[in-house]
Structure formats: structure tokens, C-alpha cells
């Protein structure tokens, strides 16, 4: 029935291009987006579970990020550490040869390696103390990194007790009366006793520095597996991420070309059912 107040076949044709448009908005939408998921009204479930692993993925990223500070600072503490012992060990044997040569010339030139060897030292210790490990080398505090979360969401971290370098080769009493291992006189090594007590102090400070050395490497390469392990979560969280939000654009370019020519047919039922109506006009002629 054809009527003129109600023209069914064109509410039909134009609810058919009204859903046409829609899915055609959409599939433009996630071409030019990437994505199948945009906001809550694309799959509510959908957008909250994937809120969520952003988030998680945000945190695993900055924790990553964050070790990078304590790995740096043990990497570059540890090599201030191993110069000082090396520096150590010259003294050690420079000390030595300057006992067993009782040549006044040889003496000084031996003493004057010692003083290098020292500087060397006062150096290392200065070098040691970038991006703020000042206290790395000078106090005996605890430094704590976060590595992660327990299954309760609590923090997981790993520890450092830090040695007190800088005391261990600068203020301890040795010799003849010298202030530390660094200002070491020809006072401190003139006799066979000096040079024992001071040969002590160096190897005890060689001990310490080089335990030092050891958990200071030891820290750092256990920081770089938990940022290995962080940056695997995370990659394993994106890749499930984009698997629940990336759009198949494969299948949406497929789908837009379909969708185009069901518009076209939609805009032509329309006119046909437009038409019909005016059909009814030749009736009365």
C-alpha cells in the first residue's frame, strides 16, 4: 500500500543508510585511529581491562626507568672503588721498594709515586660521588630501589649497606702518625715497624674497598635483571593490550570498501522510495 502520510519504504531505505553510516563512521574511525577500542561505548569491559593494563604497563615502564639512577650510580661507584684498590696496591708495593733502597734520590722519586698514588685515590673518591653518591662512598646508610610489586600490590625492593671508603683511606690513624692512608709522609715508612703498620692499613683498607667493589657490581648486575624482568612484563602487557584494543586494519579497509557501496545502494533505495511517492501525483492527472 502506498499511502501519503506514511511512506514505509522510505523509512525502511532510510533507517538501512542511517546503520549504514554508522558502521561506516566507525570503521573510518578505527583506521584513522589504529584501534577497535577508543572509549567505554566501543566495549565497556573492554576499555576498563585496558585502562587498567596501561596502567600497569605506565608503572612497570617508570619502575624500569627508575633503576637506571642506582645502576649508573653503583656502576660508577664500583669503578671508583676498583681504581682506589689499584691505587692501593701500588702503594703497597711502592712502599715496599722504598724500604729496601736506602738511596736518598731513589727514595724521593719512590715517595713522590706514593704521593701520585694518593692523588689517585682522592680522585677516585671524587668521582665516585656523581649524580649525588656523595654518601656512597662516605656513610654506612642503606640505599633501597623499588624492582616491583608482590602479588598485593606491595613494593619489592633490593638493598645496598653502603661503606664508608672515604674514612676507610683518609682518617685512619696509621705509621708514624699519619691521618689516613691518603697523606701518608716519609715519617710513616722510615723504619721497618712504620712501614708493617702502615703495609696493615693498606691491605685492611685494600679488604674493605674491594668487598665494597664486589657488592657494589653485584647490586648493580641485580638491578639490570629486574629491569630486564620489568621491561619483559611490560612488553608481554602491551602485546595483550594491543591483541584487546588494536583494530585489524586488514579488515577494516575490507569492510570500509564494502560499506561505501552499501551507502551508495542505501542513497539510491532512498531516492527510488522518494520517488514512489511522487508516482502517485500521475493517479490524478
Given at each position: ?47 576498563s581491562a ?64 706514593i ?29 633501597t ?49 712504620e ?25 648493580a ?9 620489568l ?55
Amino acid at each position: 500500500m502506498t499511502g501519503i502520510t506514511t511512506n514505509y519504504s522510505q523509512l525502511s531505505a532510510l533507517r538501512n543508510l542511517q546503520s549504514v553510516n554508522k558502521q561506516l563512521d566507525q570503521t573510518q574511525n578505527r583506521i584513522s585511529t589504529g584501534l577497535k577500542i577508543n572509549s567505554a561505548k566501543d566495549g565497556a569491559s573492554q576499555w576498563s581491562a585496558a585502562t587498567k593494563m596501561r596502567a600497569d604497563i605506565s608503572s612497570y615502564r617508570a619502575l624500569s626507568d627508575g633503576l637506571d639512577y642506582y645502576k649508573s650510580t653503583a656502576d660508577v661507584v664500583s669503578g671508583a672503588a676498583e681504581s682506589i684498590v689499584n691505587s692501593l696496591n701500588d702503594m703497597k708495593s711502592l712502599i715496599t721498594q722504598y724500604a729496601n733502597t736506602s738511596d736518598a734520590t731513589e727514595q724521593a722519586t719512590i715517595y713522590a709515586s706514593i704521593q701520585s698514588a694518593e692523588a689517585q685515590i682522592k680522585s677516585a673518591l671524587a668521582a665516585g660521588q656523581v649524580k649525588g653518591a656523595t654518601d656512597w662512598l662516605s656513610a654506612t646508610t642503606t640505599v633501597t630501589a623499588n624492582i616491583g610489586y608482590d602479588s598485593t600490590g606491595a613494593a619489592v625492593t633490593d638493598t645496598l649497606t653502603k661503606v664508608d671508603v672515604d674514612t676507610a683511606v683518609t682518617a685512619t690513624a696509621i705509621g708514624g702518625g699519619a691521618a689516613g692512608i691518603t697523606s701518608i709522609t716519609t715519617a710513616d715508612i722510615d723504619t721497618a715497624g712504620e712501614v708493617t703498620a702502615t703495609q696493615t692499613a693498606i691491605d685492611t683498607a685494600i679488604t674493605t674497598v674491594t668487598a665494597y667493589a664486589a657488592k657494589l657490581g653485584s647490586f648493580a648486575d641485580r638491578l639490570g635483571d629486574s629491569q630486564a624482568f620489568l621491561d619483559k612484563i611490560a612488553d608481554v602487557k602491551q602485546s595483550s593490550l594491543s591483541d584487546m584494543v588494536d583494530a585489524d586494519l586488514e579488515e577494516e579497509s575490507a569492510k570500509l570498501s564494502a560499506l561505501q557501496v552499501q551507502q551508495q545502494l542505501a542513497i539510491q533505495a532512498l531516492q527510488i522510495s522518494n520517488a514512489s511517492a511522487q508516482n502517485i501525483l500521475r493517479l490524478f492527472q
